[in-house]
């Protein structure tokens, strides 16, 4: 495991629809890259800061986790965990034909 990994995932939406998890600092890094300019917020510049904190090893991992979680909360793009297990088992299902694996 990284020194970057999150200590748990952060599920996110995209505006594809898709739910990637978000699993260390790189990861929210490209997710907040691809992020239209014209959306960020004041909270996505505490994300920012808290995220470079973290690269500097400023500040514990887990600050990092909690602001990015944050920004994409207020974005909108926050999933709760049983929503987004819900959905990689149903595309597990659709892998498998029909069956869960």
């Given at each position: 495991?990284?020194?970057?990994?999150?200590?748990?995932?952060?599920?996110?939406?995209?505006?594809?629809?898709?739910?990637?998890?978000?699993?260390?600092?790189?990861?929210?890094?490209?997710?907040?890259?691809?992020?239209?300019?014209?959306?960020?917020?004041?909270?996505?510049?505490?994300?920012?800061q808290?995220r470079?904190?973290?690269f500097?090893?400023?500040?514990?991992?887990?600050?990092?986790?909690v602001?990015?979680?944050?920004f994409?909360?207020?974005?909108?793009?926050?999933?709760?965990?049983?929503?987004?297990?819900?959905?990689?088992?149903?595309?597990?299902?659709?892998?498998?034909?029909?069956?869960?694996?």
């Amino acid at each position: 495991m990284s020194e970057r990994t999150f200590e748990n995932l952060v599920f996110v939406t995209t505006a594809e629809g898709l739910t990637p998890d978000i699993s260390c600092l790189e990861d929210a890094c490209h997710f907040r890259d691809k992020w239209p300019g014209h959306r960020h917020r004041a909270m996505d510049e505490t994300a920012v800061q808290a995220r470079r904190q973290a690269f500097d090893g400023q500040v514990p991992m887990k600050k990092a986790q909690v602001a990015f979680a944050g920004f994409a909360r207020s974005a909108k793009s926050l999933q709760n965990i049983s929503t987004a297990m819900l959905r990689m088992t149903w595309a597990k299902a659709g892998e498998t034909g029909g069956v869960a694996a």
